[in-house]
């Protein structure tokens, strides 16, 4: 592939997953599968996107300052687990065999989009836990989410914000606000272990990253325009495609 069109595919993806991101989450269901169409291996692939998506989980949670403030009290226990976690899947990542990765990867994705699509069902099942703010049961589930955070990168924010919403009686802005810092923690402390022990691709990050704040400041704007109800509908729907592509290669 031509230079020109090979960093013109990288910023094209970088701004919609950033966008994406700043939408509902989701948005490495974008960078992810970019990368792989450019001949990035998966595991490299993997981490690259999960280094470029970070600059637009900071432009995202920029649009969602007043959201954030509003349920900042949540952040602490749920950041401490989520930094636990993130080390843990990424620690799982590097030191297990490439091809494992490649044979789950579309199941990861697969799982994401079911969780969100039942986010409903599950919410009423645990009408308890949301009067209670979550208590133990969000906190395990975060850990959890964090772990898959860490081994995955694409599809944490639908993840995330399936279980939020499952333990939360939050609007959606509040709860994209509270998944955008989360992620934000997952996703850095990723990016310290990929850096330092993973086979990250510099140009792609730097191309993409750069992309990334303009479409994570973009997608906040466009997500404070549309229905909670279209926002879910939209990210079950790259997550489907994603995963079918994934299955079918």
Known sequence: MPEALHLTVLTVAGFLAG??????????????????ALGYPPLTANVTSA???????????????????????RVPRLAAVSVGGAACGS????VAPAEQFTS??????L???VALAAQGVVARRLARARAA???VGLLAAQFA?????????????VLMLAVLGAFLAEDLHRLNALKGALSLVVGAVSALCFSAFGPVQWLPVAVMSLAGLAGGRGGVLLARRVS????????????LVLSVVLFLR
């Open 104 to 109: 789950v990867v579309p199941y990861l994705v």
């Open 19 to 36: 966008a994406v991101n700043g939408v509902a989450g989701g948005g490495s269901l974008i960078s992810f599968p970019a990368l792989l």
């Open 133 to 135: 703010g979550g208590g």
């Open 145 to 157: 989410v964090s772990v898959y955070g860490g081994y995955f990168a694409a599809g944490l924010g």
């Open 91 to 94: 620690a799982i990542l590097l």
């Open 228 to 239: 909670p109800g279209v926002l879910r509908r939209l990210v079950v729907g790259v997550g």
């Open 111 to 113: 799982v994401s989009v």
């Open 51 to 73: 280094l470029s998506t970070l600059p637009g989980y900071a432009g995202g949670l920029a649009g969602y300052r007043d959201e954030l403030a509003e349920v900042r009290g």
